[in-house]
C-alpha cells in the first residue's frame, strides 16, 4: 500500500497567514493526488485535484504543487472558514489511501 | 444540484450486519462510479472500495474483501454498502463519493468530487 505522511500534523496559524502543508509518499505517484478538506462533523470537500488543479468553486488563495512522491498545499492567506483539517488522498494505485490529516487551527 | 443523501444513523450488536444507501440527486448513478469512504473517530479517512454504477463493477479494499458488498439499484438512483460481522472497530462515520475524471496532461485521474453528508454507524454490546 502507498502510505502518505503529512506534515505536520497541527499547524498554529492566524487569519492573514501564508500557511504551506506538505504530504510525502512512500513512492511515486505521479499527477495521481488530491487534497480535501474537512470540518468538525462534516464530509470531506476536494479543494484540489491532480496536484494542481482548482475544483471549481474553491476560492483561488488554495493552491497546489509536486510531483513524484512530494506535494504540497498551500494557503496564501488564510481566513476564518480555512481552519479546519486537511487530508491528501492518492489514487495512483489499489487501495486508495489518504493521509493522517494536518489540523490548521488558531 | 448534484448531491448525495444517506441513510440515518445506526446502532447495531458485535456480529450484525448493516446497510447504508446513498441516493443520488441531480445526476444519473449510472453515468458514474461511486466510492465509498469510512471514518473512525479521530481518525484518517480510510477507502473501502468504489462500484461502477453504470455495470456494477466493484472493487474492494482487501481490508473489508470478506465482508463488505456494495450494490446499486438504477431505477431508484441508490447505492448500497453492507457491512457483515460488524465489530467496535467498524464504528465510523461511512460516506458514499461520486468519482469523476478528468484528464492530467495525456493521463486520466480520478477525483471524488461529491460527498453524502455520512452515516454514523455505532456497534456495541
Known amino acids: 500500500d502507498i502510505q502518505l505522511t503529512q506534515s505536520p500534523s497541527f499547524l498554529s496559524a492566524s487569519v492573514g497567514d501564508r500557511v504551506t502543508l506538505t504530504c510525502r509518499a512512500s513512492q511515486d505517484i505521479s499527477g495521481h493526488l488530491a487534497w480535501y478538506q474537512q470540518k468538525p462533523g462534516k464530509a470531506p470537500n476536494l479543494l484540489i485535484y491532480?496536484?494542481?488543479t482548482l475544483q471549481s468553486g474553491v476560492p483561488s488563495r488554495f493552491s497546489g504543487s509536486g510531483s513524484g512522491t512530494e506535494f504540497t498545499l498551500t494557503i496564501s492567506s488564510l481566513q476564518p472558514e480555512d481552519f479546519a483539517t486537511y487530508y491528501c488522498?492518492?489514487?495512483?494505485?489499489?487501495?486508495?489511501?489518504f493521509g493522517q490529516g494536518t489540523k490548521v487551527e488558531v | 444540484q448534484v448531491q448525495l443523501v444517506q441513510s440515518g444513523a445506526e446502532v447495531k450488536k458485535p456480529g450484525a450486519s448493516v446497510k447504508v444507501s446513498c441516493e443520488a440527486s441531480?445526476?444519473?448513478?449510472?453515468?458514474?462510479?461511486l466510492h465509498w469512504v469510512r471514518q473512525a473517530p479521530g481518525q484518517r479517512l480510510e477507502w473501502m472500495g468504489w462500484?461502477?454504477?453504470?455495470?456494477?463493477?466493484?472493487k474492494y479494499s482487501q481490508n473489508f474483501q470478506d465482508r463488505v458488498t456494495f450494490t446499486r439499484d438504477t431505477s431508484a438512483n441508490t447505492a448500497y454498502l453492507e457491512l457483515s460481522s460488524l465489530r467496535s472497530e467498524d464504528t465510523a462515520v461511512y460516506y458514499c463519493a461520486r468519482d469523476n475524471n478528468a484528464f492530467w496532461g495525456a493521463i486520466l485521474i480520478d477525483y471524488m468530487d461529491v460527498w453524502g453528508e455520512g452515516t454514523t454507524v455505532t456497534v456495541s454490546s
Open positions: 441531480g445526476y444519473s448513478l449510472s453515468g458514474h462510479a
Open positions: 488522498h492518492q489514487i495512483q494505485s489499489y487501495p486508495r489511501t
Open positions: 491532480g496536484v494542481s
Open positions: 462500484i461502477n454504477g453504470g455495470n456494477g463493477n466493484t
